[in-house]
């Protein structure tokens, strides 16, 4: 793995990752660097295990107290009282325990990585192979719908838009070259780079990887957001003030009745029992579970909201949080576009929930060709529909699929044998499709360009 790949000619990342642009590498040496640098994955997050999970439970200052008290009341005998403070100890570790386990269960779904499939050339043979197999050196080719399976210089490419909001937060495109970048060109900038987990919009291209896994961009941030925080919750705090008093309140209690009947009776011994039993009355047995059952509940209602929430004190520090910083896409907006208005020489059909016509008539020609040609000049893939590509190209698909229009059939009845990518100077693009014997150029773009 190199660094500051985009600041180097091509010709010299090449030869550094000891690879070639037109064959990649062997795979014997690809088997070689694996080994040597690992597989394409990030590290996961090592989940807590059972016995921690149940352990934690018991780790809070009233908890001690309890425990505290419930020996005391059967070394003194009392009985009753030392199975109520048991049996508060058992539901409150069970509540809590129950909670963070489901909790930690859907954490750890999240996590689950979907295999991507990346095409890889080995060997000059073109081969479609599992993203974690891929190393430093590899020599692969995107296109438009695809994941980036890792950081890499870009060889070549044609008309090529990156979406790059899961690692920027900006959901505009991102257009992408091989022009060679000064040294300290911010990450945001770096445009001939395509970096691992970003997803092609528009066109094609041909990249060297660089870096994998942990060593990637999303890898360093994926570290970050893997350590731990073992800063106290402001309940935690609280409880932990309020057990200290009791603490000392109890103390002093116990202390100035033992003393106190020690001086004045003849029973000191019966004196430092009821001191002592005094002592268990007074601590709130209930307050860890009243304090558990409504963090849980809480925790409960978020989860319904898709919610995900680790530890249960997270709930009452949600509470206590008054500016949340969030970036816009995927949260404010969709990051989707829908198709809303189409305007024919002599008819206008508006799709938008507020204006939505009813009973519309589709049945003429030009609402078919429109239909068909908005499917041909797409880079998006109809048969996959998890394939990420334009949002654009999207819309028109989904609307071709809402109005009946098999966009697969079409696709597989007209295929693409050439075309013009879109490009933001052009602000067209067009496709070559044949049908029999006969070829239809379909063209898409700003109305004043086509």
């Known amino acids: 793995m190199i660094k500051n790949v985009h600041s180097l000619a091509i010709e010299d990342v090449i030869d550094q990752l ?11 040496t690809a088997a070689e660097r694996i080994r040597k640098f690992g597989k394409n994955i990030l590290t996961r997050h090592k989940p807590k295990s059972i016995g921690r999970i149940l352990l934690e439970q018991f780790l809070s200052p009233i908890v001690y107290i309890l425990i505290g008290a419930m020996i005391l009341a059967f070394i003194f005998s009392e009985t009753l009282e030392g199975i109520a403070i048991l049996l508060v100890i058992i539901i409150n570790t069970a509540i809590g325990f129950i909670m963070e386990y489901q909790a930690l269960r859907s954490f750890s779904a999240l996590q689950k990585m979907v295999q991507t499939i990346s095409t890889v050339i080995h060997e000059g043979e073109v081969k479609r192979v599992s993203s974690e197999f891929l190393v430093p050196g590899d020599i692969i080719l995107v296109k438009a719908g695809d994941v980036i399976p890792a950081d890499s210089r870009i060889i070549e490419q044609n008309g090529l838009l990156i979406k790059e909001s899961m ?13 060679i970048l000064p040294l300290d060109t911010r990450l945001t900038g770096r445009s001939n780079i395509l970096f691992n987990g970003t997803i092609v919009s528009r066109g094609e291209a041909k990249a060297v990887i660089s870096a994998t896994g942990d060593s990637t961009v999303i890898g ?5 957001t893997r350590k731990e925080n073992d800063k106290r919750t402001p309940l935690q705090k609280k409880l932990i003030r309020l057990t200290n008093w009791l603490i000392l309140f109890t103390l002093i209690l116990t202390i100035s009745i033992a003393i106190t009947g020690i001086l004045t009776s003849d029973n000191p011994e019966l004196m430092l029992k009821t001191a002592i039993a005094l002592a268990v009355a007074a601590i709130p047995e209930g307050l860890p579970v009243v304090a558990t059952i409504t963090l849980a509940r809480g925790m409960k209602k978020l989860s319904k909201r898709k919610v995900v929430i680790k530890k249960l004190e997270s709930v009452q520090t949600l509470g206590e949080t008054n500016i949340i910083c969030t970036d816009k896409t995927g949260t ?14 002599e008819k206008i059909l508006s799709f938008k929930t507020s204006e939505r016509e009813e009973n519309i008539s589709f049945d003429f020609p030009e609402f078919d060709h429109f239909l068909k040609v908005a499917v041909l000049c797409n880079n ?19 609307f071709a699929d809402e109005h009946k229009l098999n966009a697969v059939n079409i696709s597989r009845n007209y295929p693409q044998v050439g075309g013009i990518p879109f490009h933001a100077n052009l602000k067209l693009m067009a496709t070559v499709n044949r049908h029999n014997d006969a070829f239809k150029i379909n063209v898409k773009g700003a109305p004043e360009t086509v």
């Open 18 to 28: 000891q690879t070639d642009s037109e064959n990649g590498l062997r795979t014997k």
């Open 167 to 179: 690692l920027t937060g900006e959901s505009q495109e991102v257009e992408k070259n091989v022009e």
């Open 220 to 224: 360093h941030i994926s570290s970050i």
């Open 332 to 345: 404010l907006t969709e990051n989707k576009m829908n198709l809303e208005v189409i305007e024919f020489v």
């Open 380 to 398: 998006s893939n109809p048969a996959n529909k998890n394939a990420q590509g334009d949002a654009i190209d999207e819309a028109l698909i989904n």
